[in-house]
């Protein structure tokens, strides 16, 4: 694999890509169009359906997509790296290999749901299979996503997410005032997938080439760091959870759920400037340029982070109030203590996009793993003693470590790219004349 240093154009930018302040901006100001529009959904929904029907279906949703790494096997992130170090006319070419592997894995993916489904009793019986293939078919409209951004494309991509999103908000709010069930929830998701996939494919067509399938396994080798790190963020994401079911109560499991959510929301902050980056990275490796822009991007990261960590400190409980009502006495003191915890993620996720875009995943996976581990040890030890904060606490242990990590990683591969920098010109004046 090659090194920062050994990148095909470590010196001179080998592509001519937009500027990764607007791509950020658009994908930021997309994201907040869809949060809007996904609060709107959560308060109508919890006031038109009744609780068991809300749980069945949020239950049916988390497991298709716990399942989807079986349809997708983490491979986007390959893929979305090859396409953005290539010209954007080979851009369907690379892209054709995803789709192959996606025609293979698909059926595989909703075979197992509908085998699932066959040991449920009442709605899930029903609902897994159709939730589990409109949740494939938006999986592949993130594929396409990935595309997008690493052809330049990040303004068709924000554009037909937000139009999207609008339209199944607004026809939702109809349907589901007129015809309150799972049906109509199901129905329109439905509409919505299709909406993305038939876009995607035409926008594909209209300003990237003709769309390609084809089969090679070569992709799934280079795929298997990145499943591995999406098993490992799996595995963490539940474990605080089911810790605290075993040795605490199930309060403080449901404060820390709660306000884990709230902190989850934020991460679309860092998705943004993240992606925005991570093309520049891929095609042209550490150049100067490239270097200035990721300590641009790290300081956004840290200054929105440290923003919305000390309104979680200062003032949580007006969010809280309106989110939780009655249960948001116990969720605030979960927040405060999950302030920390966000901005070491804003800034986590930052270094492994960069880490990963110059073909570094597999250290990434090693860090991942060294703070996974010391945070089940510290889960185990404070947990007992302190509930939700425990698990915050041993969140916190867990993104010190992968940040200290990656930080070192990281300062090693600048200082190794400015020092070839440094040694190129006096080779251009060694060479011999010709």
């Known amino acids: ?22 791509d950020a901006g658009l994908m930021l100001a997309s994201g907040v169009v869809l949060r809007c529009c996904g609060l709107v959904f959560v308060m109508v929904l919890s006031r038109r359906l009744s609780e068991h029907d809300i749980g069945v279906f949020f239950f049916a949703e988390a497991l298709a997509d716990t399942l989807i ?20 006319a080979q851009a369907t070419t690379t892209f054709a290999p995803l789709l192959g592997f996606r025609l293979i894995s698909g059926p595989v993916y909703l075979l197992c749901l509908f085998v699932f489904s066959r040991f449920e009793t009442g709605p899930l019986r029903w609902l897994l299979p159709l939730v589990g293939f409109y949740t494939l078919v938006e999986s592949v409209f993130f594929s396409f996503g ?35 069930s799972l049906e109509t929830l199901v129905i329109a998701s439905s509409i919505r997938a299709a909406m993305l996939l038939f876009g995607s494919l035409f926008i594909t067509r209209r300003w990237i080439g003709p769309v390609h399938v084809s089969i090679d396994w070569k992709i799934v080798a280079a795929g298997l760091p990145f499943l591995l790190m999406t098993l490992l963020a799996l595995l963490q994401g539940r474990t605080e959870t089911m810790l605290l079911g075993l040795l605490s109560t199930f309060s403080a499991t449901a404060a820390y759920q709660l306000s884990s959510r709230l902190t989850v929301a934020a991460m679309f902050i860092p998705q943004a400037i993240n992606l925005a980056l991570f093309r ?27 923003i919305i960590a000390t309104g979680m400190v200062v003032r949580p409980d007006p969010v809280a109030r309106m989110m939780f009502g009655a249960t948001a006495p116990t969720v605030v003191p979960v927040l405060r203590a999950m302030a920390p915890v966000l901005l070491l993620r804003f800034l986590v996720t930052g270094l492994a996009s960069a880490l990963m875009g110059l073909g570094r995943e597999k250290h990434v996976f090693r860090c991942l793993l060294a703070g996974t581990i010391a945070g089940l040890i510290a889960d185990l030890l404070l947990i007992p003693r302190l509930g939700a904060a425990g698990a915050a ?36 004046l060694m060479a011999p004349a010709i």
């Not at 694999?1 to 607007?22: F, I, V, Y």
Request: charged letters at 15%; hydrophobic letters at 50%.
């Open 1 to 22: 694999m090659q090194s920062a240093t050994e990148h095909p154009s470590a010196t001179t930018p080998a592509t001519d890509l937009p500027s990764p302040r607007r």
């Open 69 to 88: 790494v079986i349809a997708n096997f983490s491979l986007d992130t390959v893929v979305f790296r090859q396409v953005s170090a290539q010209p954007p």
């Open 146 to 180: 990935g595309m997008f951004v690493g052809v330049g494309r990040v303004g068709a991509k924000a554009t037909l997410e937000v139009m999207t999103e609008l339209l199944y908000t607004a026809g939702f709010l109809l349907a589901v005032y007129r015809w309150p």
């Open 280 to 306: 520049h990275l891929a095609a042209d490796g550490l150049t100067a340029v490239n270097r200035r822009r990721l300590g641009r991007s790290l300081g956004l990261l840290a200054l929105f982070g440290g």
């Open 393 to 428: 606490d041993g969140l916190l242990v867990s993104g010190m470590l992968q940040l200290a990590m990656m930080g070192i990683s990281t300062t090693s591969l600048v200082a190794r790219s400015r020092a070839a920098e440094a040694i190129a010109p006096a080779n251009l």
